[in-house]
């Protein structure tokens, strides 16, 4: 093999190396992640029935309140129409004439 074949070879044993370090650390990274999640899933199941409770209930809340306000959402619609929102350029264009 000549100089240039055994350069290659070095970088190439050099990647692999780099690779093998990139997958050390991101098993590393993964072990401390699992350890997170399982932390907060134990936390989440010995708290989690009243914080269901409430995200229900907000749901609710959430529901009723579009409900209600659903006429309100209508008008609106209606007042950002292009046709109103002309009209209302126009009184106000009338209006700084005079």
Known sequence: M???GWVGL???L????LIA???AFIAFRLSRARRSWLRLQAIL???GGPILEQLE???RLSAENRFLLLPYRRLLQRLQSPTV???WQAY???RERN
């Open 10 to 12: 070095f970088v190439f």
């Open 57 to 59: 209930r907000m749901e």
């Open 45 to 47: 199941t010995s708290e």
């Open 85 to 87: 929102v002309a009209l």
């Open 2 to 4: 000549n100089t240039v």
């Open 21 to 23: 370090l990139e997958l």
């Open 92 to 94: 106000r264009a009338r």
């Open 14 to 17: 050099g990647c692999l190396g």
